[in-house]
């Protein structure tokens, strides 16, 4: 039986599941940012590429310097705001200490930390809806209308994805997760997690899958 074919997707489609400017994914497309291939009048992004995106803003690695004109935010700007308002600021420490957010710790103490992320999550969404003028309040970090820069990516793998894929499960005892901690391993496959649209989707409006 032949396997199904991938579906692709629109521009549209892309920007609705990133929450971004449609204007701003073509804007990937031309740079070369973001495959995507025009059998007529418009751009279709194969499901791959998308997930690639994801992948490459989730994944350690040494980035060329950004244009000045996407340098609006870093991730060490991002400390004392998430600090003054939430109380804690994991979602901007350096790559290298991210990944070990929840290791070497309890499984209390992990599910402590990922409650703080989550409501420093929350927060930022409120932030980027404001930047993006989907709310009537007024953006706080970056002007209304103005591009967040890559920074976003790295926010939205950590805050929606990253976190969820390491935190603890309810149903997992102390030392089934200080077992797993130990070895790094995800409870829930991240590759699975790019390829569910829905649950990309329902993370970027605050709802759990």
């Known amino acids: 039986m032949a396997a199904p074919e991938e579906r692709f997707l629109s521009t549209e489609e892309v920007a609705e599941r990133l929450q971004v400017d449609e204007q701003t994914v073509r804007r990937w497309i031309k740079s070369g940012?973001?495959?995507?291939?025009?059998?007529?009048?418009?751009?279709?992004?194969?499901?791959?590429?998308?997930?690639a995106l994801l992948e490459s803003y989730s994944s350690p690695k040494v980035q060329a310097?950004?244009?000045?004109?996407e340098k609006l935010m870093s991730l060490e700007?991002?400390?004392?705001?998430?600090?003054?308002e939430v109380g804690s600021s994991w979602l901007a420490l350096p790559e290298e200490e991210w990944r070990e957010w929840w290791r070497g710790?309890?499984?209390?103490?992990?599910?402590?930390?990922?409650?703080?992320?989550?409501?420093?999550w929350t927060?930022?969404?409120?932030?980027?809806?404001a930047t993006w003028g989907k709310v009537e309040a007024e953006p706080r970090l970056v002007p209304r209308?103005?591009?967040?820069?890559?920074v976003y990516f790295t926010l939205f793998a950590r805050g929606s994805l990253g976190a969820f894929?390491?935190?603890?499960?309810?149903?997992?005892?102390d030392e089934e997760f200080r077992l797993r901690s130990s070895e790094g391993r995800h409870h829930k496959d991240f590759t699975q997690q790019h390829e569910d649209a829905e649950h990309i989707k329902q993370a970027l409006v605050g709802t759990r899958a």
């Open 33 to 51: 940012k973001l495959e995507a291939v025009k059998p007529g009048r418009e751009w279709r992004i194969p499901p791959t590429a998308f997930e």
């Open 65 to 69: 310097p950004l244009p000045f004109e």
């Open 77 to 84: 700007e991002l400390k004392p705001f998430l600090e003054d």
């Open 105 to 120: 710790v309890s499984k209390e103490e992990a599910t402590k930390r990922y409650r703080q992320i989550r409501a420093e």
């Open 123 to 129: 927060l930022l969404k409120q932030e980027f809806l």
């Open 145 to 150: 209308g103005q591009d967040w820069g890559e």
């Open 165 to 173: 894929a390491d935190a603890p499960k309810k149903n997992e005892s």
